[in-house]
Nanobody
Framework: QVQLVESGGGSVQAGGSLKLSCAASGSIFSISAMGWYRQTPGKQREVVASITTRGDTNYADSVKGRFTISRERNTVYLQMNNLKPEDTAVYSC???????????????WGQGTQVTVSS
């Protein structure tokens, strides 16, 4: 079984910073990619940032220059600087996990962590 647990969420003033962490644990052979998503009520879940095994990163236009995704082994981080009220959302971690060598990968999700940015 694979578990993803996010941490680091909270409430900050606009212009502040937060660093989210997501640790994957359990039966893991390899992780091909990890990413961060966010969702607010009434809106579709959107990808915020992702990082591949090779270290290639992608960011949503709305967070470019402010957020930085990084990965170390089975943990992915999201450094969020210059936060804006519109960044308020539940942030979830996702990972493409291969549990054993003879199986293909499957996508797993964390429980989510709330980020609230006040003006």
């Amino acid at each position: 079984q694979v578990q993803l647990v996010e941490s680091g969420g909270g409430s900050v003033q606009a212009g502040g910073s937060l660093k989210l962490s997501c640790a994957a644990s359990g039966s893991i052979f390899s992780i091909s990619a990890m990413g961060w998503y966010r969702q607010t009520p009434g809106k579709q879940r959107e990808v915020v940032a992702s990082i591949t095994t090779r270290g290639d990163t992608n960011y949503a236009d709305s967070v470019k220059g402010r957020f930085t995704i990084s990965r170390e082994r089975n943990t992915v981080y999201l450094q969020m600087n210059n936060l804006k009220p519109e960044d308020t959302a539940v942030y979830s971690c996702s990972a493409d996990v291969r549990q054993v060598w003879y199986e293909s990968s499957s996508q797993y999700w964390g429980q989510g962590t709330q980020v609230t940015v006040s003006s």
